[in-house]
């Protein structure tokens, strides 16, 4: 009993950490977003038609309302297949070898020198 | 897109601002209907018709409104209201209205109306114009929608006459 409880809390906190605290790569940012604006208007394209079609408010409002929630399960959480391109940062070894230069503390026209 | 709050806020306002869209093309969509609505209205009897101690005829009237207002509804409409008013003219005013019934119809289906009743609201004149005064009653309607514009429009039917004697 006490395993399967442990096992719930461990893929909760899981799943929390990769679907929803961690950050999404540039091309899943941009893939998102544009999956998004498309899988929006087409529902809303074949909510209005349907409605119109079968003379019923109530069956546009539905198809909609049913493509939000099955756009916002595809895109808010941070899937895996939002990740395919992650960015590598700099090593700390290598970013040393390139350090920020100093801000000049006296005079407007001291140059800044770097190492 | 960078976090889960910022996507699920973008995705929320996006979708109501495409609701916000959907629901005014549906109020354009009204345009396009052209309705065809009949009414009758019959005056079966005066009750009574007199003058008010403080001077003002009062006149009751028991009526028999059939109308047939199908045509009316479309896919964005919540209900029609219909009120039936009583127009003359006096040396006072160009024109009177007084509202004498109203009702509401919820859905296609009760548009074909027809009821048998003395006049809902009072009709009371401002002065004493009313004995053997011609009046017109009209059928007003009201379309109100589920989003967008209301639509109101009106049939005159003509031919009504008030007694010349207090009854």
Redesign the interface.
């Known amino acids: 009993m006490k395993s399967i409880n442990t096992a719930i809390q461990e893929s909760k906190s899981f799943l929390y950490s990769t679907?929803?605290?961690s950050?999404?790569d540039w091309q899943g940012?941009?893939l998102?977003?544009h999956l998004?604006?498309l899988l929006?208007?087409c529902f809303?394209v074949v909510?209005?038609i349907t409605?119109?079609v079968?003379?019923?408010?109530q069956m546009?409002m539905l198809i909609?309302g049913a493509g939000?929630v099955l756009?916002?399960l595809l895109?808010?959480?941070?899937w895996p297949f939002f990740n395919r391109h992650s960015l590598n940062w700099l090593d700390p070894s290598e970013a040393e070898k390139h350090p920020k230069p100093h801000p000049a503390i006296s005079g407007p026209k001291k140059k800044t020198s770097k190492k | 897109m960078h976090s889960f709050s910022y996507r699920a806020n973008a995705l929320l306002t996006f979708a109501i601002t495409i609701l916000a869209l959907m629901c005014a093309m549906a109020s354009v969509s009204d345009n396009f209907n052209s309705p065809s609505p009949t009414s009758e209205v019959q005056v079966l009897n005066i009750n009574w018709f007199q003058k008010k101690p403080d001077g003002d005829d009062e006149v009751s009237l028991t009526l028999n409104i059939s109308a047939n207002l199908g045509s009316l509804f479309t896919w964005n409409t919540k209900q029609v209201f219909v009120f039936l008013a009583a127009e003359y003219q006096t040396p006072k005013n160009v024109l009177n209205q007084v509202s004498l019934w109203d009702g509401i119809i919820p859905s296609k289906e009760h548009a074909k109306y027809w009821i048998h009743t003395t006049n809902k609201y009072r009709f009371i004149d401002q002065g004493s114009n009313l004995r053997g005064k011609n009046f017109n009653l009209t059928l007003h309607w009201h379309v109100m929608p589920k989003t967008g514009k209301m639509f109101a429009d009106k049939i005159v039917m003509t031919g009504f006459r008030l007694p010349e004697a207090y009854r």
Request: glycine share 4%; proline share 6%.
């Open positions: 679907a929803v605290i950050p999404m940012q941009k998102a977003e998004m604006q929006l208007v809303a909510a209005f409605g119109y079968l003379r019923s408010f546009m909609y939000v756009t916002s895109i808010v959480p941070n």
